[in-house]
């Protein structure tokens, strides 16, 4: 779980960094205290299945479905056990809030996450926590006053610390990442792909290729290498 301050200075750069258009804490809450954010990894299992093949797992597109309605599900709770104790709380859907032209959120949990401290991002684009980027996350915001986490200055991605790995890239299905760039066209029109091969399933616009059979899956590679007293690579 990570926590930021309403307040904190970089909620008004996501509308340089994310998007234009996207909100601030109090944009959904007036008088917004503070924002909570939180990853929900997948099963090793899961991430497993999705790694041969150039389409998502079943497994994968299960997981996503099902993760979203369990951040459905916490948001609602913690929404009502705020409201309860006398403060109030607004929740954003976990996904499918974007724009269809920009491919854009209004409310970006990954970049919400990143000003909680939950992790750094990777070159895969995903927000890489200690418990790797395979889940999903989820954030509500509340007018109770909490105190922040810190964020850390460390890089979380191989290549952004010392330019070890770009192995997400080679693993990329659909032209889409590269290491000085994302086409997010690219990256969405596979997306879709796949929801047309798993609609029996529900909406599971995902791929995912870029998350699995690469060091950041699991777990935070650097902080890992750090801990093993592993030389740097660069
Ligand atoms: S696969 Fe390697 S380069 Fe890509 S995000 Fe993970 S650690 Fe970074
Ligand atoms: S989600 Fe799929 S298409 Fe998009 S960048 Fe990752 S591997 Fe490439």
Redesign the pocket.
Known sequence: MGVASAGDPLFPELKRVASPSHLLPDDLLAGAGAVVTFFLPFERSVGLSNISGDMASAEWATAYIETNELIRAVCAYMKGWLEAAGYRAAVTPPTHDFDDGALMSAWSHRHVAFVAGLGRFGL??MLITEAGCCGRLGSFVTSLELEPDIRATAEACLYRHDGSCHR?VT????D??FTDR?DRR??YD??LRNERLHASLGAADV?????VAVPCAFVDPVARRIAKNEPSRA
């Open positions: 895969n684009n997400c693993r990329c299905v659909g889409a990442l994302f690219a990256c596979v997306c791929c995912g290729k870029c998350l």
